[in-house]
C-alpha cells in the first residue's frame, strides 16, 4: 500500500468515528442536560490535558468507531440488496 492511502485512510475513519461520536454525544447531552464538547474535542481530546487517553486515544477511539460504522453500512447496503 502506498503510504498517502494509509494517511488518507485514518484521516477518513478518524472524522467518519468522531462525526457519530459527535452526534451521539451532543444528543445525549442534550437530553440529560450536560455539558457539550465541540466537534474539535471529539475529533482530537481537549486542547490543554496531560492525560494520555486526551494526547492518543480520541484518535484510536475514532478510527474504530469509523471502520465498525462503515461495516454496518456495508451490511446494511448488501441486506437491502436481498
Do not use: C
Amino acid at each position: 500500500m502506498d503510504i498517502f492511502e494509509i494517511i488518507t485512510g485514518r484521516f477518513i475513519f478518524n472524522v467518519i468515528g468522531a462525526t457519530v461520536r459527535w452526534i451521539y454525544g451532543t444528543v445525549w447531552r442534550t437530553i440529560f442536560r450536560k455539558r457539550k464538547f465541540t466537534y474539535k474535542e471529539y475529533l482530537h481530546g481537549p486542547k490543554k490535558s496531560d492525560n494520555w487517553f486526551d494526547q492518543t486515544g480520541h484518535t484510536f477511539v475514532n478510527r474504530v468507531i469509523g471502520i465498525g460504522f462503515l461495516m454496518l453500512i456495508i451490511v446494511i447496503i448488501l441486506r437491502l440488496d436481498r
